[in-house]
């Protein structure tokens, strides 16, 4: 394949919520590109981009997809990412690669959830965006007031460089706000088109749009600013170029219009990108840790950040990465900066999804994939030796659901548990953990689909089988007032016998302040030897729990009296006593049990607030605050752990798709008795069979 250099290449993502035809987009973006010769429909499951048999059979994008194709011989890398939000990682790893992001919002549902979500990660990696609002061809359309939708969540910098004609059935003309013209698509979906005058019943709208698409270019720019005003208007010039450098700068959000399947402003698009759309060397040079910085440029010492790592069959791991500076080529050693190994760069690929096309050098700004590193995963840095960098991690989203599994077959733990790091390398956004103090296996995601997909990959690729279970909620245990006993061990049965005996006081500690023991003996009732077997044995107690098994926390422990004998008394023997009398003190000082709450933050359209609050107060959830957030509401609430298994999916279901959620641990609350007492009956039923 020709080689690239930086200023001809186009690094292009599309993003959006779930069901807005960003694959089918990238489909007829390849159609055109000559890269395919018909375009294939996500229902035949035959497109490039979402080749996966999960995908096929799901009819959704689950993993990030690389294409590419020439366009005007300028190099376009094409990035498409899903949009269920049980994979929006995969948007987070694809949103620090590509170079200019294109929103793609459906004409029938407007701004949804996922479309601010992509946006957040464009403007935190400093990615220029532009809206696409596809689908046109559907019946019963409100162009304008998506449009107005747009503007009232992401400011007056949104601006038409496009309208349609008429949406719906029909929809084959649109009026393009660069050029000035009607562009009338073919309707045999060549994607095809001809430019002709602007019709008279429309010019007076499509002057006016052109006047707001000027004023803001000119806006963004001082000195253009200036001439608009002199000479009320920019020449081509002066308007392609000042549009281009406001684009860069995030100051001008422009809309464009299309039907994908149709093949409908697709076309078109491809010369907007070439035109516009900021090669990799004209934004700004990339920064490592500690203030390190490269320009994009093939003078610059070779650097690459691996974005995606994925695990073929007959293939192994095949890690995507983009060229940050310099270039690579195949057989170039280079150093992980961030696990200090060295690597040898094996054999190269552009990707169109699953095809590959063999590269030998890529430079800097372009985007590829390479196959067999030894030790390099997602969130890596590759550089030239003696010229490191460190690109920052990836920042993934924390986990929104967790279960439990356990193996079908017994002697598959090595298995599943490598199986498991493996699928994490590959997956950041799921986290799995061997839990000692829940005895069970827990595993983390982004939701039910998501850890669905984890545990069918890891029955097709590493031959185990799991069940799920509901994971068991990590309680504490503690008290609410304070108390005293004696614990006295006597044992004597022929030969040396065992003495201990020491007095407690158990006081409550505020939450949050785990643990404290004093030696408050006076006068050596106790001698000094036997005082860490004392604390040792109220340790060892608090570990294991008294009321149901949990661990005691927020407690202050005081040994303030005893007695021993000179011949009995040993370690051992004030250790059981230190327990037993632990257990006694603690029944009396009115325990109770201790429940993980969660700090939730959901995000819903206005019309699903009622339910989704009702929703949270039938977990036990308290609301702690309302915000309004453009369309959206953003309810935040705390709630027990217990009642949060699977909440992602039925957020999903009560919210039609609609609702997202955050959480993250707050705090430690007591149990409201009449659930005490189950867990407790629970606890105990347990230890019988067990026992």
């Given at each position: 394949?020709?080689e690239?250099?930086?200023?001809?290449?186009?690094?292009?993502?599309?993003?959006?919520?779930?069901?807005?035809?960003?694959?089918?987009?990238?489909?007829?973006?390849?159609?055109?590109?000559?890269?395919?010769?018909?375009?294939?429909?996500?229902?035949?499951?035959n497109?490039?981009?979402?080749?996966?048999?999960?995908?096929?059979?799901?009819?959704?994008?689950?993993?990030?997809?690389?294409?590419?194709?020439?366009?005007?011989?300028?190099?376009?890398?094409?990035?498409?990412t899903?949009?269920?939000?049980?994979?929006?990682?995969?948007?987070?790893?694809?949103?620090?690669?590509?170079?200019?992001?294109?929103?793609?919002?459906?004409?029938?549902?407007?701004?949804?959830?996922?479309?601010?979500?992509?946006?957040?990660?464009?403007?935190?990696?400093?990615?220029?965006?532009?809206?696409?609002?596809?689908?046109?061809?559907?019946?019963?359309?409100?162009?304008?007031?998506?449009?107005?939708?747009?503007?009232?969540?992401?400011?007056?910098q949104v601006?038409?460089?496009?309208?349609?004609?008429?949406?719906g059935?029909?929809?084959?003309?649109?009026i393009?706000?660069?050029?000035?013209?009607?562009?009338?698509?073919?309707?045999?979906?060549?994607?095809?088109?001809?430019?002709?005058?602007i019709?008279?019943?429309?010019?007076?709208?499509?002057?006016?749009?052109?006047?707001?698409?000027?004023?803001?270019?000119?806006?963004?720019?001082?000195?253009?600013?200036?001439?608009?005003?002199e000479?009320?208007?920019?020449?081509?010039?002066?308007?392609?170029?000042?549009?281009?450098?406001?684009?860069?700068?995030d100051?001008?959000?422009?809309?464009?219009?299309?039907?994908?399947?149709?093949?409908?402003?697709?076309?078109?698009?491809?010369?907007?990108?070439?035109?516009?759309?900021?090669?990799?060397?004209?934004?700004?040079?990339?920064?490592?840790?500690?203030?390190?910085?490269?320009?994009?440029?093939?003078?610059?010492?070779?650097?690459?950040?691996?974005?995606?790592?994925?695990?073929?069959?007959?293939?192994?791991?095949?890690?995507?990465f983009?060229?940050?500076?310099?270039?690579?080529?195949?057989?170039?050693?280079?150093?992980?900066?961030?696990?200090?190994?060295?690597?040898?760069?094996?054999?190269?690929?552009?990707?169109?999804?699953?095809?590959?096309?063999?590269?030998?050098r890529?430079?800097?700004?372009?985007?590829?994939?390479?196959?067999?590193l030894?030790?390099?995963?997602?969130?890596?840095?590759?550089c030239?030796?003696?010229?490191?960098?460190?690109?920052?991690?990836i920042?993934?989203?924390?986990?929104?659901?967790?279960?439990?599994?356990r193996?079908?077959?017994?002697?598959?733990?090595?298995?599943?548990?490598?199986?498991?790091?493996?699928?994490?390398?590959?997956?950041?956004?799921?986290?799995y953990?061997?839990?000692?103090?829940?005895?069970?296996?827990?595993?983390?995601?982004?939701?039910?689909?998501?850890?669905?997909?984890?545990?069918?990959?890891?029955?097709?690729?590493?031959?185990?089988?799991?069940?799920?279970?509901?994971?068991?909620?990590?309680?504490?245990?503690?008290?609410?007032?304070?108390?005293e006993?004696?614990?006295?061990?006597?044992?004597?049965?022929?030969?040396?016998?065992?003495?201990?005996?020491?007095?407690?006081?158990?006081?409550?500690?505020?939450?949050?302040?785990?643990?404290?023991?004093?030696?408050?003996?006076?006068?050596g009732?106790?001698?000094?030897?036997?005082?860490?077997?004392?604390?040792?044995?109220?340790?060892?107690?608090?570990?294991?729990?008294?009321?149901?098994?949990?661990?005691?926390?927020?407690?202050?422990?005081?040994?303030?009296?005893?007695?021993?004998?000179?011949?009995?008394s040993?370690?051992?023997?004030?250790?059981?006593?230190?327990?037993?009398?632990?257990?006694?003190?603690?029944?009396?000082?009115?325990?109770?049990?201790?429940e993980?709450?969660?700090?939730?933050?959901?995000?819903v359209?206005?019309?699903?607030?009622?339910?989704?609050?009702?929703?949270i107060?039938?977990?036990?959830?308290?609301?702690?605050?309302?915000?309004?957030d453009?369309?959206?509401q953003?309810?935040?609430a705390?709630?027990?752990?217990?009642?949060?298994?699977?909440?992602?999916?039925?957020?999903?279901?009560?919210?039609?798709?609609?609702?997202?959620?955050?959480?993250?641990?707050?705090?430690?609350?007591?149990?409201?008795?009449?659930?005490?007492?189950?867990?407790?009956?629970?606890?105990?039923?347990?230890?019988?069979?067990?026992?």
């Open positions: 394949m020709k690239f250099q930086t200023e001809q290449i186009r690094n292009i993502g599309f993003g959006g919520h779930g069901g807005t035809g960003k694959t089918s987009l990238v489909e007829a973006l390849l159609f055109n590109l000559k890269e395919i010769n018909r375009m294939g429909t996500i229902e035949q499951g497109t490039v981009s979402d080749y996966n048999e999960d995908e096929i059979k799901r009819q959704i994008s689950l993993n990030t997809a690389l294409a590419h194709g020439i366009w005007k011989d300028h190099k376009i890398n094409i990035i498409d899903p949009g269920y939000s049980d994979f929006f990682g995969e948007v987070v790893g694809a949103a620090r690669v590509i170079d200019t992001a294109f929103l793609v919002v459906s004409a029938a549902s407007g701004v949804e959830v996922g479309t601010e979500q992509v946006w957040e990660q464009a403007e935190k990696n400093k990615v220029p965006r532009f809206f696409i609002i596809n689908k046109l061809d559907r019946e019963n359309l409100n162009f304008d007031d998506v449009v107005k939708g747009l503007i009232d969540s992401f400011g007056h601006v038409l460089a496009q309208f349609p004609v008429e949406t059935p029909n929809f084959s003309s649109i393009d706000l660069f050029r000035m013209k009607i562009l009338k698509f073919s309707k045999d979906n060549s994607g095809n088109y001809t430019e002709e005058d019709p008279a019943d429309l010019k007076d709208k499509a002057d006016d749009l052109h006047l707001k698409l000027i004023e803001a270019v000119a806006e963004s720019d001082d000195s253009l600013m200036e001439k608009y005003f000479a009320g208007a920019l020449t081509e010039e002066e308007f392609s170029s000042g549009f281009k450098k406001a684009v860069a700068q100051a001008v959000f422009p809309i464009f219009c299309m039907a994908a399947t149709t093949n409908v402003g697709v076309k078109r698009l491809l010369d907007i990108a070439v035109n516009f759309c900021p090669a990799p060397n004209e934004l700004d040079a990339k920064v490592g840790e500690k203030e390190v910085t490269r320009k994009v440029s093939v003078s610059e010492p070779a650097s690459a950040f691996i974005f995606k790592t994925l695990s073929e069959m007959h293939m192994g791991e095949l890690s995507y983009k060229v940050m500076s310099g270039s690579i080529k195949t057989g170039d050693d280079l150093i992980n900066s961030s696990t200090g190994q060295s690597e040898r760069m094996g054999q190269m690929f552009s990707l169109n999804g699953k095809n590959k096309i063999s590269v030998e890529f430079n800097a700004g372009d985007i590829g994939a390479v196959v067999k030894k030790g390099t995963h997602t969130g890596n840095t590759l030239a030796k003696g010229k490191e960098i460190k690109y920052p991690k920042e993934f989203p924390e986990p929104l659901i967790r279960s439990a599994i193996p079908k077959a017994k002697g598959d733990e090595d298995k599943i548990s490598n199986g498991l790091h493996t699928l994490h390398e590959e997956d950041p956004t799921f986290v953990n061997q839990d000692a103090e829940l005895h069970q296996t827990i595993i983390s995601g982004q939701g039910e689909m998501h850890l669905a997909i984890i545990l069918s990959r890891l029955k097709e690729r590493f031959g185990v089988e799991v069940e799920e279970e509901e994971p068991r909620i990590p309680f504490r245990e503690t008290i609410k007032k304070k108390a006993a004696q614990g006295k061990y006597k044992k004597q049965s022929g030969g040396r016998g065992q003495y201990g005996d020491c007095h407690l006081r158990l006081e409550p500690m505020a939450r949050g302040e785990k643990f404290e023991f004093v030696d408050a003996i006076v006068g009732v106790i001698p000094n030897k036997f005082i860490p077997a004392v604390e040792k044995g109220v340790i060892e107690t608090m570990e294991k729990g008294v009321l149901a098994g949990y661990p005691v926390v927020d407690v202050r422990v005081s040994v303030f009296d005893g007695s021993y004998h000179n011949v009995d040993s370690e051992m023997a004030f250790k059981v006593a230190a327990s037993m009398g632990f257990k006694k003190a603690f029944e009396q000082a009115n325990p109770v049990l201790l993980p709450i969660i700090n939730v933050e959901v995000r359209p206005d019309e699903y607030m009622g339910d989704v609050m009702g929703d107060s039938s977990r036990r959830g308290k609301i702690m605050g309302m915000d309004s453009g369309r959206f953003v309810i935040n705390q709630v027990p752990l217990a009642e949060l298994f699977r909440y992602s999916t039925a957020l999903r279901s009560m919210t039609a798709g609609r609702g997202i959620h955050k959480r993250s641990f707050s705090h430690y609350e007591e149990v409201p008795s009449e659930f005490a007492q189950k867990i407790i009956a629970s606890a105990k039923k347990e230890k019988e069979e067990e026992g």
